[in-house]
């Protein structure tokens, strides 16, 4: 019995993640903060007694956390391609 729900679980996440090849990075980053919030939440929710609370507020923490992380990147990716083009004009 145990084989078969490690088994459905793996098919469970094979097939969700099989469905995230599609999406742009902004949304991989809030579908994995959400997915990862909502699994921490579940955890915690289920120590406390409740965990459909504790998914329902971790997704939403998983989800501003997956932006904020997103936001993040892209500045970074901003900043680098300034330099580099300031680089490559002032090198000329």
Known sequence: MIHAKR?????????SLAGCSGLNDTQQRALTGTGIGA????????IGGNAGLGALAGAGAGLAGGLIYDSVQKNEQAAYRRGYSAGRTSGQ
């Open 39 to 46: 699994a921490g939440g579940a955890v915690l929710g289920a």
């Open 7 to 15: 088994a459905g679980c793996a098919l469970l996440v094979a097939a």
